[in-house]
């Protein structure tokens, strides 16, 4: 069985739908069962390296605070970067964005710190900006079944 490891800060009711969509996606019993174990972590308890070095994959869900990610998705990666390098080159992964208005200086960190690990992107970034819809939770549920589904693949 494949391990996704999902990381998130979540403290919005927003980012707390998206993060249950995706969730809901990516551990659909329908598609997935018996084949991914779905990790969920809140981003300020993900500082051990051994979280993600046990894990084939990876999803991380962010609100956009000022423009950037939040801290305490930072704070999960200034955690364990140094001891994840070059031991979790290629494996799978994407993220998932939330703000207001913009969310470019977030995707911009994202994609810096996932490039720097040498992580493999399977899906294209999920950004949501502003209310979201029933589309947007569908589609982010959607998305999260993708990512599990290259772990598979």
Do not use: C
Request: hydrophobic share 45%; aromatic share 10%.
């Amino acid at each position: 069985m494949k391990q996704l490891l999902v990381i998130t800060h979540a403290p919005t009711p927003a980012t707390a739908a998206l993060r249950d969509a995706v969730l809901a996606g990516a551990s659909d019993p329908e598609f997935f069962a018996d084949e991914v174990d779905v990790h969920a972590v809140a981003a300020l308890e993900a500082t051990d390296p051994q979280l993600y070095l046990d894990a084939d994959g990876y999803l991380f869900g962010t609100p956009v605070n000022f423009g950037y990610i939040s801290g305490a998705l930072k704070h999960s990666f200034d955690s364990t970067y140094d001891d994840l390098l070059e031991e979790v080159a290629r494996r799978p992964f994407s993220y998932w964005v939330h703000g207001r208005s913009d969310a470019t200086g977030a995707r911009r960190a994202l994609d810096a710190i996932t490039t720097g690990l040498d992580l493999r992107l399977v899906a294209e970034p999920y950004e949501r900006l502003g209310e979201l819809s029933d589309v947007d939770l569908a589609e982010a549920r959607e998305f999260g079944a993708t990512v599990a589904a290259n772990l598979i693949a």
